[in-house]
């Protein structure tokens, strides 16, 4: 079964960092691109960054590119999203989500269920 699990997210104060991670199972890193995603409240879901699956290959939506580096560890199967200079706007629940090979900010087929950053002094 396809499982992937979020976790590091939290209480932060304005120009801090978080490190999230996202833990598959069922799957291996090769074989599915992982986008990090977030959703704020009343606000419209939207992409983070992708890793790509055969290259692992990054790529950063605007949303927060120059702030954000993405990377993957293929030995515990789990993808990081290093967060820095956090903002106030940043604050959202952050998803991680699985699709085969390729990256896109369009539809995935697999989520996890989310872990909450809070960037707040």
């Known amino acids: 079964q396809l499982q992937l699990v979020e976790s590091g997210g939290g209480l932060v104060q304005p120009g801090g960092s978080l490190r999230l991670s996202c833990t598959a199972s069922?799957?291996?890193?090769?074989?599915?691109?992982i986008g990090w995603f977030r959703q704020a409240p009343g606000k419209e879901r939207e992409g983070v960054s992708c890793?790509?699956?055969?290259?692992?290959?990054?790529h950063y939506a605007d949303s927060m590119k120059g702030r954000v580096t993405a990377a993957r560890d293929k030995t515990n199967n789990t993808v990081y999203l290093q967060m820095n200079s956090l903002k106030p706007e940043d604050t959202a629940v952050y998803y991680c989500?699985?699709?085969?090979?390729?990256?896109?900010?369009?539809?995935?087929?697999?989520w996890g269920q989310g872990t909450q950053v809070t960037v707040t002094s």
């Open positions: 890793i790509g699956g055969y290259t692992g290959l990054t």
């Open positions: 069922g799957f291996t890193l090769d074989d599915y691109a």
């Open positions: 989500a699985a699709r085969g090979y390729t990256c896109s900010w369009g539809s995935y087929d697999y």
